[in-house]
């Protein structure tokens, strides 16, 4: 089969397609072809080798994919011909991923679904999903009628908790670096897009003047303390990303989280999206009541550099989907 395999950092695109062996069906696993998969800011990082230390190369890159399945074993819940999804689970990581024809994937981790829609829409969801929908159920307990600030509200899993949070019946402050980005932000559904620049904070009180109920944290340390000191007592912060690069810091204290402020984080898997919730979500976007947030769509594993470069970028809103025909 053709997949792209990289022994050691390099740039986008450096990221072509290769002969490698199709994976061969043991138990517990269902071999699956790839239709589409979407492209994110981990599989970057990684391919520049600055991945956390269960990456290690060579590594087929890609932590979420859609597909059908090709083969099983005879005692298998799956049949080949039925779609399934899966993200996570150290794919592209201590595993090979899904920027490849075929995929061999723990039949645990796999989510049956039902869809007519294109592979396209569907590849864009897994881990969007799953991420967002865990740090808002898990991670920070949503409910109806709070008031949830979005701390990189542009980035793919940003967009999408903004829409789900929205059908939870939240109201959504998010924000971007970038003024461009705005409008699309509230053309999909967020109260409140709010530029990330000196007078945030100043912008945020005079939206929830005493303070927020949750934060949702996807941009890291560099900001973190700051949307702490915005969310009210009794009130729930989620670390669940790190766009600005910085996982960890030196000399951290629970000190230093406000008093009456309770901190947690979310780094789940696929489990973490059960397969009834992730049908109602396709059942949604075919009866256009949800909208998926899409940036560029790209077609065969030969484009997966341009997708990576495009998403490096910055300039871009949305999901980069590549579909396999």
Same mark, same amino acid.
């Given at each position: 089969?053709?997949?792209?395999?990289?022994?050691?950092?390099?740039?986008?695109?450096?990221?072509?397609?290769?002969?490698v062996?199709t994976?061969? =069906?043991?138990?517990?696993?269902? =071999?699956?072809?790839?239709?589409?998969?979407?492209?994110?800011?981990?599989?970057?990082t990684?391919?520049?080798?600055?991945?956390?230390?269960?990456?290690?190369?060579?590594?087929?890159?890609?932590?979420?994919?859609?597909?059908?399945?090709?083969?099983?074993?005879?005692?298998?819940?799956?049949?080949?011909?039925?779609k399934?999804?899966?993200?996570?689970g150290?794919?592209?990581?201590a595993?090979?991923?899904?920027?490849a024809?075929?995929?061999?994937?723990k039949?645990e981790?796999?989510?049956?679904?039902?869809?007519?829609?294109?592979?396209a +829409?569907?590849?864009a =969801?897994?881990?969007?999903l799953q991420?967002?929908y865990?740090s808002?159920?898990?991670?920070?307990?949503?409910?109806?009628?709070?008031?949830?600030l979005?701390r990189?509200?542009?980035?793919?899993?940003? *967009?999408?908790?903004?829409?789900?949070?929205?059908r939870m019946g939240?109201?959504?402050?998010? +924000?971007?670096?970038?003024?461009?980005?705005?409008a699309?932000?509230k053309?999909?559904g967020?109260d409140?897009?709010?530029?990330?620049?000196?007078?945030f904070?100043?912008?945020?009180?005079?939206?929830?003047?005493?303070?927020?109920d949750?934060?949702?944290?996807?941009?890291?340390f560099?900001?973190?303390?700051?949307?702490?000191? =915005?969310?009210?007592k009794g009130?729930?912060?989620?670390f669940?990303g790190?766009?600005?690069?910085?996982w960890?810091?030196?000399?951290?204290?629970?000190?230093?989280?406000?008093?009456?402020?309770?901190? +947690?984080?979310?780094?789940?898997?696929?489990?973490?999206?059960p397969?009834?919730?992730?049908?109602?979500? *396709?059942?949604?976007?075919?009866e256009k009541?949800?909208?998926?947030?899409?940036a560029?769509?790209?077609?065969?594993?030969?484009?997966?550099?341009?997708?990576?470069?495009?998403?490096?970028?910055?300039?871009?809103?949305?999901?980069h989907?590549?579909?396999?025909?």
């Open positions: 089969m053709k997949a792209i395999k990289i022994s050691h950092p390099c740039a986008a695109d450096e990221l072509v397609p290769t002969e062996a994976p061969e =069906l043991k138990p517990g696993y269902a =071999l699956v072809k790839v239709k589409a998969f979407g492209v994110n800011e981990s599989e970057v990684s391919r520049k080798g600055e991945s956390s230390p269960d990456f290690k190369y060579p590594r087929i890159l890609g932590i979420e994919r859609v597909g059908v399945i090709s083969a099983t074993n005879p005692d298998s819940k799956f049949r080949p011909g039925q399934v999804a899966t993200m996570m150290g794919m592209g990581r595993i090979d991923g899904s920027y024809e075929y995929m061999l994937i039949e981790n796999l989510i049956p679904f039902d869809s007519d829609l294109d592979w +829409t569907i590849g =969801l897994p881990e969007m991420t967002s865990g808002l159920t898990e991670g920070l307990h949503l409910q109806k009628g709070d008031t949830l979005i990189g509200g542009s980035s793919t899993v940003g *967009l999408m908790a903004a829409v789900q949070a929205q939240a109201t959504v402050i998010a +924000t971007s670096r970038n003024e461009s980005k705005l699309k932000m053309e999909l967020v409140y897009p709010l530029l990330d620049d000196d007078q904070e100043e912008c945020v009180m005079k939206v929830a003047p005493d303070k927020v949750k934060v949702l944290e996807l941009v890291g560099t900001t973190l303390f700051q949307d702490m000191g =915005l969310t009210k009130g729930l912060v989620c669940t790190s766009l600005g690069g910085q960890t810091m030196d000399n951290f204290s629970p000190w230093m989280i406000p008093t009456g402020v309770f901190l +947690t984080g979310y780094a789940g898997e696929s489990n973490d999206l397969a009834e919730y992730f049908n109602q979500v *396709l059942k949604l976007v075919e009541k949800l909208v998926v947030p899409i560029k769509v790209y077609h065969g594993l030969a484009e997966v550099g341009a997708a990576q470069a495009n998403l490096e970028s910055g300039k871009f809103s949305g999901k989907v590549v579909v396999l025909d």
